[in-house]
């Protein structure tokens, strides 16, 4: 699995886009980029994940350069409900799915205030 | 519908006594899965069941760590003689199983924060 780098905190304002920068350099031709969100007191939730350049849902947008060494994760518009912590993983097509188990580092942990 | 359950919640046990932590699956779902998740830091594998098979258990910190489940739905962590280094959030998370070239999305459950005093 290639490893992630991402920073561990950020603080933002509430009306504010969020852009977190996911770092993988070593990302293999077969890996996907898939973010999780894990609420205080909760599990993590699938949130998005991408292979190339943008992909888009009702929760967030994936930024995928063409070089695929870095991706990022954009939150428009953030709420206090957006205050969680974001953790990016890399793997195949089918990591983290029901054939094994995910590896998650430390996360991004944002901080939205009013 | 219902998605995955853990009780309980919130569990205090005193250095050297055993513990049993309780998932519920969302019906139906195949795969099950245990991580640890230790404060600030992201969640980490203990092990994974198959139906009532479990076909992993590499995560499992030491042979006081055992889990169960008999009849492929409910699921059952023990933890025998807990140490304060025990203490943690226990997460447990399902997803559906069957064709292999098909993703899968994990669901997890709110977890079990366990205590070691």
């Known amino acids: 699995l290639a490893k992630t780098t991402q920073p561990i905190s950020m603080d933002s304002y509430e009306g504010q886009e969020v852009n977190i920068t996911c770092s993988h350099n070593?990302?293999?031709?077969?890996?996907?980029i898939t973010w999780y969100q894990q609420f205080p007191s909760q599990g993590p939730r699938f949130i998005i994940q991408g292979y190339k350049t943008k992909v888009t849902n009702e929760v967030a947008s994936l930024f995928i350069p063409a070089d695929r060494k870095s991706s990022t994760l954009s939150l428009p518009r953030v709420s206090l409900s957006d205050t969680a912590v974001y953790y990016c993983?890399?793997?195949?097509?089918?990591?983290?799915?029901?054939?094994?188990?995910?590896?998650f580092g430390k996360g991004t942990k944002l901080s939205v205030k009013p | 519908g219902a998605g995955v359950s853990q009780s309980p919640r919130y569990k205090v046990a005193k250095r050297g006594q055993d513990v049993a932590l309780r998932c519920d699956p969302i019906?139906?779902?195949?795969?099950l899965f245990w991580y640890q998740q230790a404060l600030g830091q992201g969640p980490e594998f203990l092990t994974y069941?198959?139906?009532?098979?479990?076909?992993?258990k590499s995560g499992l910190p030491s042979d006081r760590f055992f889990a169960e489940r008999p009849e492929g739905s409910v699921s059952t962590l023990k933890i025998q003689r807990t140490q304060q280094e025990d203490s943690a959030v226990y997460l447990c998370?399902?997803?559906?199983?069957?064709?292999?070239?098909?993703?899968?999305?994990?669901?997890f459950g709110p977890g079990t924060r366990l205590t070691v005093t």
């Open positions: 069941f198959q139906n009532e098979a479990q076909l992993d």
């Open positions: 998370a399902s997803s559906l199983w069957g064709d292999p070239g098909t993703y899968y999305e994990q669901y």
């Open positions: 019906s139906g779902h195949v795969s």
């Open positions: 070593n990302i293999a031709t077969n890996d996907y």
């Open positions: 993983l890399v793997g195949d097509r089918y990591y983290g799915g029901s054939q094994g188990n995910l590896i």
